[in-house]
């Protein structure tokens, strides 16, 4: 039997490069007729609650960068929630356990305030390079450090980074998730299929466009700088949103308390939920909202 790994992509067989592809897949879309209340659009706001395990996961010890995921969870939650507060709206914050450990009133808070703790890793680690059973332990007890700080069980994940290895899906159908929002397939909501399989999972789908990160992140000893003023990272989502309104269709956005939680970014923020109110008819939901409604529009 010929060893696939040893040979070059374009020496591979068509089965195994199909099945590559066919880990984790795109099913049926999930796009439902109508929104709650009438509305034409619907929109997901999440927020990655990274905190110093952006340091941390792997390995560093960088004092500076810890204090920078500090600032999300002393300054940047704070500015983020007075936010969603006057505006009245609901969010998900994926909070990877060890940043929930770390800052302990804050999980509890934000659900006690309305919002969904969903689950983010155990110290913002990438799935791709564990082993399976690692991978598994670190999602259920990560799982169980959220629901103990908030009272909730998690219904669903974001994979840290969007890493998604080739376990991530059978472990989150045997934790009996509702979604996941990690990957990119659609702008809408799908199923996600498993070598061909329907999984009853709900896919949330991201992408780098609606992301505060992509922009604004910074990293003094590597070559990443942010280009993007924040009034055109606003504009930017804000051109996201009119078309998904257009097509009566999903918003979901992506951003992190210590990205954009400071005083010349949170206007980001604070200007397009402005423009979306006054927009009108759209609903403002949990990712757990989302799935629930586009499963009883369309059975899974």
Request: glycine share 8%.
């Amino acid at each position: 039997m010929t060893d696939e790994s040893t040979k070059q992509p374009w020496e591979w067989s068509e089965s195994h490069w199909r099945g590559l592809v066919d880990q984790v897949r795109a099913g049926r879309p999930l796009k439902p007729t109508s929104w709650p209340g009438g509305a034409r659009c619907a929109v997901a706001l999440s927020f990655d609650c990274d905190h110093e395990t952006n340091e941390l996961r792997d390995g560093g010890r960088s004092i500076g960068r810890m204090s920078w995921g500090e600032f999300g969870a002393r300054v940047g939650i704070e500015r983020v929630l007075a936010c969603l507060d006057r505006h009245g709206v609901p969010a998900t914050f994926f909070t990877p356990a060890v940043a929930a450990l770390l800052h302990p009133d804050e999980p509890k808070r934000l659900v006690d305030a309305g919002h969904e703790i969903g689950i983010h890793g155990w110290i913002h680690e990438l799935n791709s390079v564990l082993p399976a059973e690692t991978e598994r332990e670190l999602m259920l007890r990560s799982a169980d450090v959220l629901e103990k700080l908030t009272g909730v069980r998690p219904c669903g994940m974001r994979t840290a980074s969007w890493d998604f290895s080739p376990s991530t899906l059978t472990i989150q159908r045997e934790m009996g998730l509702l979604y996941d929002s990690s990957l990119m397939a659609d702008d809408e909501c799908y199923e996600l299929l498993q070598n061909g399989e329907p999984t009853g999972i709900v896919e949330i789908p991201v992408e780098w466009i609606r992301d505060d990160g992509a922009y604004l992140t910074m990293l003094r000893m590597g070559g990443l700088r942010p280009y993007t003023p924040p009034r055109e990272v606003l504009q930017i989502f804000i051109d996201e949103f009119d078309a998904a309104w257009e097509d009566g269709g999903l918003f979901q956005l992506t951003c992190h308390p210590h990205v954009v939680g400071y005083r010349s970014r949170i206007l980001i923020l604070e200007e397009l939920l402005r423009h979306i109110k006054a927009k009108g008819s759209s609903w403002f939901a949990t990712h757990a909202d989302v799935a629930r409604h586009v499963t009883a529009a369309s059975p899974l």
